[in-house]
């Protein structure tokens, strides 16, 4: 089948439940994207309203809290919301992208030359006793590498190992410090750490985000290398797009007709709809990347209407700011939107 451009935005959002909210519990939606971005707190809470015919965010928290939902450093060497068996796999096959990181990343400096090995026991030395904040690990193992900071020290931690960012961070409306604070994840999910079987998140991806090729896959996971095992995977389907390259899917995922109608949508940072793709055109128009800057800085949310992104939002004092719109919307698109701040605010207030 060939898609035109508009087919494949709305073949995104009808497998990204965007075209029309479903009921479905918060944790099967979360499996079902594979994870929600989650580096700002509220990021998970507002996909998920954005998804769901209803969503109490109050119970998402306490998924949190009795760790049927977990935070941790997985895709894109991001910060996720994912269940527990994703929580223990994911960061696995992320560790790739982990290494780049200790690579350039400032804020790890010359840490990066720390012995490894020493290093991972000194972590489990550590948290021996459970789990503990991000500026008391620092700490304590700059007790035993005192050649690099506490902060140094801490980052790594958060690259080399695999650690779960532990509640009230990411709760709804925490009281109290929501500082960053570990534990390791096979502890904290009572599961063990093991690689993923890669076609099988490869599949997961498609149901979710395709029909794409391996260059998006790398895009939503950070891994590279991708297009030997997408070609090997011979069950796919081949589909492609108006130039004719070749788009592969998962056999009977549900295919959106292009005129289908996209109601306006308020997302969260960096929610993965629009990071999920090589192009970022299937969300996104090319005259209008100059809001790539403000989404992908989190200086504003993203709006969308009509299937692309229109323009950016942020919460002040509770209550959603309009910041840009990229066109004058419709009569219909206004009263979409005003709909959909209506019900972030009701969110909000909860």
């Given at each position: 089948?060939?898609?035109?451009?508009?087919?494949?935005?709305?073949?995104?959002?009808?497998?990204?439940?965007?075209?029309?909210?479903?009921?479905?519990?918060?944790?099967?939606?979360?499996?079902?994207?594979?994870?929600?971005?989650?580096?700002?707190?509220?990021?998970?809470?507002?996909?998920?309203?954005?998804?769901?015919?209803?969503?109490?965010?109050?119970?998402?928290?306490?998924?949190?809290?009795?760790?049927?939902?977990?935070?941790?450093?997985?895709?894109?060497?991001?910060?996720?919301?994912?269940?527990?068996?994703?929580?223990?796999?994911?960061?696995?096959?992320?560790?790739?992208?982990?290494?780049?990181?200790?690579?350039?990343?400032?804020?790890?400096?010359?840490?990066?030359?720390?012995?490894?090995?020493?290093?991972?026991?000194?972590?489990?030395?550590?948290?021996?006793?459970?789990?503990?904040?991000?500026?008391?690990?620092?700490?304590?193992?700059?007790?035993?590498?005192?050649?690099?900071?506490?902060?140094?020290?801490?980052?790594?931690?958060?690259?080399?190992?695999?650690?779960?960012?532990?509640?009230?961070?990411?709760?709804?409306?925490?009281?109290?410090?929501?500082?960053?604070?570990?534990?390791?994840?096979?502890?904290?999910?009572?599961?063990?750490?093991?690689?993923?079987?890669?076609?099988?998140?490869?599949?997961?991806?498609?149901?979710?985000?395709?029909?794409?090729?391996?260059?998006?896959?790398?895009?939503?996971?950070?891994?590279?290398?991708?297009?030997?095992?997408?070609?090997?995977?011979d069950d796919l389907e081949v589909h492609e797009d108006e130039d004719g390259k070749a788009l592969y899917d998962v056999p009977g995922a549900p295919i959106a007709d292009e005129d289908a109608p996209?109601?306006?949508?308020?997302?969260?940072?960096?929610?993965?709809?629009?990071?999920?793709?090589?192009?970022?055109?299937?969300?996104?128009?090319?005259?209008?990347?100059?809001?790539?800057?403000?989404?992908?800085g989190a200086q504003a949310l993203s709006i969308y209407a009509d299937g692309w992104l229109a323009g950016l939002w942020r919460v002040e004092d509770g209550r959603v700011v309009v910041v840009e719109?990229?066109?004058?919307?419709?009569?219909?698109?206004?009263?979409?939107?005003?709909?959909?701040?209506?019900?972030?605010?009701?969110?909000?207030?909860?």
């Amino acid at each position: 089948m060939r898609f035109s451009r508009r087919r494949l935005n709305r073949t995104l959002l009808l497998r990204q439940h965007l075209l029309e909210r479903v009921t479905m519990e918060p944790a099967a939606m979360v499996g079902h994207l594979v994870g929600l971005q989650a580096q700002e707190p509220l990021s998970p809470y507002l996909s998920l309203a954005a998804r769901l015919t209803d969503l109490d965010p109050h119970a998402v928290s306490a998924a949190i809290e009795d760790r049927s939902l977990v935070r941790i450093l997985s895709l894109r060497d991001t910060v996720h919301l994912h269940l527990p068996a994703d929580a223990v796999t994911l960061p696995v096959w992320a560790a790739p992208v982990r290494e780049r990181e200790m690579k350039v990343s400032q804020s790890i400096g010359t840490a990066r030359e720390v012995d490894r090995a020493a290093f991972s026991a000194a972590v489990r030395e550590v948290l021996a006793d459970g789990p503990l904040p991000q500026r008391q690990l620092g700490a304590a193992l700059a007790e035993r590498f005192p050649a690099y900071t506490a902060t140094q020290l801490g980052q790594v931690a958060r690259v080399a190992e695999v650690l779960v960012q532990l509640p009230p961070r990411g709760c709804w409306k925490p009281t109290g410090s929501t500082a960053v604070a570990y534990d390791h994840a096979e502890r904290w999910t009572d599961l063990p750490l093991a690689a993923p079987d890669v076609p099988s998140l490869v599949r997961r991806y498609l149901a979710a985000f395709g029909p794409g090729t391996a260059a998006d896959v790398t895009a939503w996971s950070g891994i590279t290398r991708l297009g030997p095992v997408v070609k090997a995977m011979d069950d796919l389907e081949v589909h492609e797009d108006e130039d004719g390259k070749a788009l592969y899917d998962v056999p009977g995922a549900p295919i959106a007709d292009e005129d289908a109608p996209a109601p306006v949508r308020l997302l969260g940072n960096y929610d993965n709809v629009w990071l999920s793709h090589a192009g970022r055109d299937r969300v996104t128009a090319p005259e209008h990347r100059r809001l790539w800057m403000g989404v992908n800085g989190a200086q504003a949310l993203s709006i969308y209407a009509d299937g692309w992104l229109a323009g950016l939002w942020r919460v002040e004092d509770g209550r959603v700011v309009v910041v840009e719109l990229v066109r004058e919307l419709t009569r219909s698109e206004r009263a979409g939107l005003d709909e959909e701040i209506g019900r972030v605010e009701a969110l909000l207030a909860r």
